[in-house]
C-alpha cells in the first residue's frame, strides 16, 4: 500500500497557484485513472485507486501547506503505511521551471509542508517528487502563491502529466527507476 499526497493549499484563491502544484498533479491522476478524490478523511481531500496490484491512497490536506504534516501522518498512521511508501509531490523554488527531481529521501529545503510532514513522521527518509517552479525575483510568499505566468501555463498541463507519470512510475518500478527516467525531464521550451 502507497499514501500519495499532493500539497497545496485550500480554496478556490489558491487554484492555479505555484503552490498547488501538488493538488494539480493528484487531480490529473484521477482524472487519468478514473477515481475522485473528494472525501473528507485525516483534514484532507482522499481517494483510492489500485495500480499495479497496490492500494494507492491519495491525499490532498486540507490543513494548509504549513500543516500537512498532520494530514499525512494521520492517514500514515490509520492504514499502516511504511515511510518509504509515502509520496509527496510538492513545488520547489530551487528547481527551474519545467524541471521534476525524484529523491529517496532528504531536508525539507526551506519548504513550509515539507518541514511540517518531516515533523509530524519525525523522519525524512521517503520519496518526493518535487516539481520546480523557479525562483522569486522578490517576495517569496507573493510568488509561490501567486499564479503562473501566461509562457508558464501554456508548458504546465505537459509538466503535470509528467509528475503524475513520475508517481505511477515510483510505484510500479521503484524508486530508482523513476528516478532514473524522470530526473532529466525538462519542458520542451518554444
Known sequence: MYLVVGLGNPGREYEGTRHNVGFEVIDYISAKLGFEVSRIKFKALMGDTNIAGEKIIFLKPGTFMNLSGISVSEAASFYKIPVEN??????DISIDFGRIRIRP????????GMKSIIYQLGREDFPRIRVGIGGPDKNLVSYVLGK?????RKN???IIKTASDAVIGTIKNGIQGAMNEYNSFRVSQE
Not at 86 to 91: E, G, N, R, S
Not at 106 to 112: A, L, M
Open 86 to 91: 509515502i509520496i509527496i509531490v510538492y513545488d
Open 105 to 112: 529521501s532528504g531536508s525539507d529545503g526551506g519548504h513550509n
Open 156 to 158: 504546465l498541463p505537459e
Open 148 to 152: 503562473f505566468r501566461e509562457e508558464e
